[in-house]
């Protein structure tokens, strides 16, 4: 069974552009929920997505938004990049519900020079 | 959310079991305790969840104390693959969906 696929692997931006990353989650799974990870704040949760649906979202500022297709891949994008979104970012996918495990993929390198 | 802690590091010798602690004081009574590893330039791994009961699988054992306020994950017998940064979460119920709530992780360190 392939695992959860994030594209690219790594990724270099100056301050100002936009990015947009993108995660294939493992079949049959319809929720997908993004998060970023940093030395100093650790995994911090973006948002998540379950069935086309935004039902969830952290404490980020609007320019992180996401979206899921009706074949349940996602798409993160954020604008006006700032240095402080270096980060490496994570999807992972599960059936939905607290009770479900989720699985990750290993993640996009973001850079901001 | 529940916050959750956990020391910082800690270490094993290889073939011993490990326990790894984690507080979740804040927990409430539909939220569930998950816990992951992570190895270099690699996302977090599964590694086991529970809710009340005590849980085993092929990896570790997840024991989770009688008021839930913390956790043990159990290693029965350390190998060198083990090493990484374990965390413990909590994903909670209600509207929280899809939200794993993460603490700092512990360092596992492995000697041969």
């Known amino acids: 069974k392939a695992g959860v696929t994030q594209t690219p692997r790594y990724l270099i931006k100056t301050r100002g552009q936009q990015v947009t990353l993108s995660c294939s989650p493992i079949?049959?799974?319809?929720?997908v929920s993004w998060y970023q990870q940093t030395p100093g704040q650790g995994l911090q949760f973006l948002f998540e997505y379950f069935s086309e649906t935004q039902r969830n979202k952290g404490n980020f500022p609007g320019r992180f938004s996401g979206r899921q297709f009706s074949n349940s891949r996602s798409e993160m994008n954020v604008s006006t990049l700032e240095l402080g979104d270096s980060a490496l970012y994570l999807c992972?996918?599960?059936?939905?519900?607290?009770?479900?495990?989720?699985?990750f993929g290993d993640g996009t390198r973001l850079s901001i020079l | 959310d529940a916050k959750t802690t956990q020391p910082n590091s800690m270490e094993s010798n290889e073939e011993e079991p490990v326990h790894l602690p984690c507080n979740h004081s804040?927990?409430?009574?539909?939220?569930?305790i998950h816990w992951y590893r992570q190895l270099p330039s690699q996302g977090p791994e599964y590694v086991i969840h529970?809710?009340?009961s005590n849980v085993n699988n092929r990896m570790a054992s997840l024991a989770i104390a009688e008021d839930r306020k913390s956790s043990t994950l159990i290693l029965h017998r350390a190998t060198l693959r083990d090493a990484a940064v374990y965390y413990c979460s909590v994903n909670a119920g209600g509207t929280s969906y899809g939200k794993l709530t993460f603490g700092q992780g512990t360092i596992l360190t492995v000697h041969p």
């Open positions: 992972a996918s599960s059936q939905g519900g607290a009770s479900q495990p989720q699985h």
């Open positions: 079949s049959g799974h319809r929720s």
């Open positions: 804040t927990i409430s009574g539909t939220d569930y």
């Open positions: 529970g809710l009340t």
